[in-house]
Nanobody
C-alpha cells in the first residue's frame, strides 16, 4: 500500500522560511511526478510547484523566486523550501505523486496519490 507522508508545516512570521517534506512509502517502482499544491479557505486548490522524473520544475508565478522544489529519488521524497513567506502563502499544503507500484504481485502504473495536507500559517 502506498502512502504519502507530509511534514514541516507550522506558524512563521512574514519574511520567514519553512521546508516541507513529503515521503512516499510502499513497494514503489517509479515516481513520474511529484508536486505541491495549496488550498486557502474558500479558494480552489492550486499548483504551487512540481518536479518530474527528469528533474524539470514548474512554479506558480506567485512563488517563483521564493520557493524551491527538489526531490531525492533514493528516498522517494520531495521537498519544498519556502522563503520570504507572505501572509497570502497561508494555506493547507498538499503533496501529490504520480507513481507506479506493486501490491500482491500486481503492477499498478501511473497512479495518483495525495498526502493528508500540512498547515502553513504566515502571520505576525
Amino acid at each position: 500500500q502506498v502512502r504519502l507522508m507530509e511534514s514541516g508545516g507550522g506558524l512563521v512570521q512574514p519574511g520567514g522560511s519553512l521546508r516541507l517534506s513529503c515521503a512516499a512509502s510502499g513497494n514503489i517502482f517509479s515516481i513520474d511526478f511529484m508536486g505541491w499544491y495549496r488550498q486557502a479557505p474558500e479558494k480552489p486548490r492550486e499548483l504551487v510547484a512540481a518536479v518530474d522524473s527528469g528533474g524539470s520544475t514548474n512554479y506558480a508565478d506567485s512563488v517563483r523566486g521564493r520557493f524551491t522544489i527538489s526531490r531525492d529519488n533514493a528516498k522517494n521524497t520531495v521537498y519544498l523550501q519556502m522563503t520570504s513567506l507572505k501572509p497570502e502563502d497561508t494555506a493547507v499544503y498538499y503533496c501529490e505523486a504520480i507513481l507506479s507500484y506493486q501490491d500482491d504481485s500486481r503492477y499498478y502504473g501511473n497512479q495518483k496519490y495525495w498526502g493528508q495536507g500540512t498547515q502553513v500559517t504566515v502571520s505576525s
